[in-house]
């Protein structure tokens, strides 16, 4: 089982269920297990703690919410439209962070079928491989930049694609196009 950098599993944290997708997923403690901080003077001597919210050295610019983006190399819109809603609700959303890693796709333009079926073979490929970049910045959920049904014909497929990211990354929830376009659709 991965652990993140404080030494705590992956797994540890909050179980939550999607309002809109009911989907239970695990929200990791990034932060506790961290050292605290210490204010230390010339002489060694610690000077005092520095405050805490909590036990633990919580990320500093993404200390609400971390949320691991895996987008097509290709993508070009995809993180700032995300950065936008944050800034445009930033009351609400600061301390939430988006932290790109870019899935290695063709630069190819498609124009036939075995076009498509090379970007699908690269772009499925390439995802996996993305995602465990991404753990690196301890995301606490993703979110994934691209319609899979562009290069996959039916949803039970799709589906299963996430399923297997999920299980591969220890369980990391991921938010897709087909699943909020589903739960959209059935709220309304």
């Known amino acids: 089982m991965r652990k993140f950098a404080n030494g705590l599993q992956r797994l540890a944290g909050a179980t939550f269920t999607g309002a809109l997708s009911k989907k239970t997923f695990v929200l990791p403690d990034v932060d506790s297990g961290y050292p605290v901080c210490k204010k230390i003077g010339k002489d060694g001597d610690e000077i005092e703690s520095l405050p805490k919210v909590k036990q633990g050295s919580p990320d500093v610019r993404s200390a609400k919410m971390k949320f691991g983006l895996l987008i097509p190399m290709t993508h070009t819109s995809m993180e700032s439209e995300l950065w936008h809603i944050i800034y445009a609700n930033r009351e609400v959303l600061n301390g939430v962070g988006i932290h790109t890693t870019n899935v290695q796709t063709p630069m190819s333009a498609l124009q036939t079928k075995e076009d498509l079926v090379n970007y699908k073979k690269q772009f499925l ?24 049904e562009h290069i996959i014909g039916e949803i039970a497929e799709i589906r299963k694609v996430f399923d297997d990211l999920e ?17 959209a659709l059935e709220k309304f």
Not at 130 to 146: C, N
């Open 167 to 183: 299980t591969k990354t220890d369980g990391m929830g991921c938010a897709t196009w087909h699943d909020a376009a589903k739960c």
């Open 125 to 148: 490929g390439g995802l996996e491989t993305a995602a465990h970049q991404a753990l690196a910045a301890e995301p606490q959920y993703f979110i994934v930049g691209m319609s899979m």
